[in-house]
Nanobody, 125 residues
């Protein structure tokens, strides 16, 4: 099993940047695919970005391509989401997720095994 704790959220003006972190505990972090999802008020949780277990491949939602970057360090058991050029529509609670299976844009959130508690990101206009 793996436990996930997100940090790095906050309030930022449009055009600004934030870097989210997801620290994992438990064994075999390097065996898990990692992803970031977000959920805005009144909306369903949606895919943002994912990275394979070696970090060699990444996947992004169209809405964040070119602005967000996901990365991981297996030795530090941490995955990051660098968010640049933030927009008010990026406002949401951001969740880190881990799964033994590949996480992509087509992953169903109900199928994922492990979630963090979430961190709030608010982008003001």
């Amino acid at each position: 099993q793996v436990q996930l704790v997100e940090s790095g959220g906050g309030l930022v003006q449009a055009g600004g940047s934030l870097r989210l972190s997801c620290a994992a505990s438990g064994r075999a972090f390097s065996n898990y695919y990692m992803g970031w999802f977000r959920q805005a008020p009144g909306k369903e949780r949606e895919f943002v970005a994912a990275v394979t277990w070696r970090g060699t491949m990444t996947y992004y939602a169209d809405s964040v391509k070119g602005r967000f970057t996901i990365s991981r360090d297996n030795a530090k058991k941490t995955v990051w989401l660098q968010m640049n050029s933030l927009k008010p529509e990026d406002t949401a609670v951001y969740y880190c997720a881990a799964d033994p299976s590949l996480i992509t844009t087509r992953t169903n959130v109900q199928d994922l095994n492990y979630w963090g508690q979430g961190t709030q990101v608010t982008v003001s206009s």
